[in-house]
């Protein structure tokens, strides 16, 4: 892996933009690819449950070079849909999660560099 870090897929691109646009979907979990080189989509759901999505990031996990399986950090986004005060409606706000257990393998929580979270986030 070089230096700069992972690259963000196009899959990516792709769900952000039918979540964010189209309204495709209520969130979409993102890993790292098992070479360590590219930000891949892991799951995007339309499924409203926040408690069902939490789960799945505090359940996810990541194989070491080694073969073996661990807790592992991920990236999401999630559309979070909320009420105003004043009663004047709903409004909607996408929300950039960055995920990485305390209990999760070193070298695991060391591969998601700055320059892929700056990546991440532009979108």
């Known amino acids: 892996m070089s230096q700069s870090g992972a690259t963000v ?9 039918d979540l964010k646009l189209a309204k495709k979907y209520k969130y979409i979990i993102f890993k790292l690819s098992d070479d360590n080189r590219e930000i891949v989509v892991e799951e995007a759901s339309a499924d409203k ?15 070491s070079k080694t073969g073996a399986v661990g807790k592992g950090p991920r ?25 990485s257990p305390d209990d999760a393998n070193v070298m695991a929580k060391m591969v998601p560099t700055t320059k892929t979270t700056s990546s991440m986030t532009r979108y």
């Not at 897929?9 to 933009?17: D, G, K, L, R, V």
């Open 75 to 99: 990236y999401a986004v999630y559309d979070f849909e909320y009420s105003l005060a004043s009663g004047e409606g709903s409004r909607n706000k996408i929300t950039f999660i960055a995920w």
């Open 9 to 17: 897929s196009q899959e990516c691109i792709t769900a952000f933009n």
């Open 49 to 63: 449950d926040w408690e069902a999505f939490r789960e799945k990031l505090v359940k996810a996990t990541t194989k």
